[in-house]
């Protein structure tokens, strides 16, 4: 039997959180920096996502505190709503709806996406705030979670969960093709 421990969202990666550039200069947009917003998600019904609807130049992304998310890192909506989840199919940054996590050395991304899915509901009932929920980065840090210790574990319940969604994500290209 393999052994499954409790642990935090932080230590299974660093927790990142993103940031808008100034919309009034015209030099930080329209370069070649994928950046993701909740909106983009909310369209999005794969698991991996490329881009979103704008991109932001090299100067956007150093003139504000968004960070550049390496590829498999996991997208998770923190607020506008708290709860949608992706996986940085390459590089790429988010405005400030996001707590991404950077999945360490000991983590699989896969596992890490589907654990976050799962745990979405309890992630947002942690949520503050008057006009809006948001879960902060140190609320979303703080998230106690159950996990195999094992990382050759996660991979395979990963891979599991992966073949079962791109099972569906056939299925609906052929509906989607037969209603065409």
């Known amino acids: 039997m ?3 421990i409790y642990c935090t969202i932080d230590e299974l990666g660093d927790v990142i959180g993103g940031a808008t550039p100034s919309t009034k200069n015209e030099n930080y947009w329209s370069g070649n920096i994928s950046w993701i917003t909740p909106k983009d998600l909310s ?10 609807e704008r991109n932001i130049s090299m100067a ?3 003139s504000c505190s968004s960070k550049l998310i390496p590829r498999n890192s996991i997208l998770f909506s923190s607020r506008a709503p708290i ?23 000991t983590t699989d991304s896969l596992f890490l996406y589907y654990l976050l899915k799962y745990n979405t509901e ?3 009932s942690l949520g503050s705030g008057t006009t809006f929920k ?3 980065g140190s609320t979303m840090k703080g ?9 050759d574990v996660q991979i395979s319940i990963g891979r599991i969960l992966s073949s079962i969604d791109e099972k569906i994500e056939l299925n609906q290209r052929i ?6």
């Open 175 to 180: 509906n989607d093709n037969l209603a065409a």
């Open 60 to 62: 956007g992304l150093n």
């Open 143 to 151: 998230v106690v979670v159950f996990i195999p210790k094992k990382k």
């Open 122 to 124: 309890r992630i947002e």
């Open 43 to 52: 369209r999005f019904s794969g698991r991996y996502i490329s881009r979103g």
């Open 2 to 4: 393999e052994t499954w």
């Open 134 to 136: 948001e879960v902060s």
């Open 83 to 105: 709860g949608y989840v992706g996986i940085a199919a390459n590089d790429l940054c988010t405005n400030q709806g996001f707590k991404s996590i950077v999945p360490s050395e």
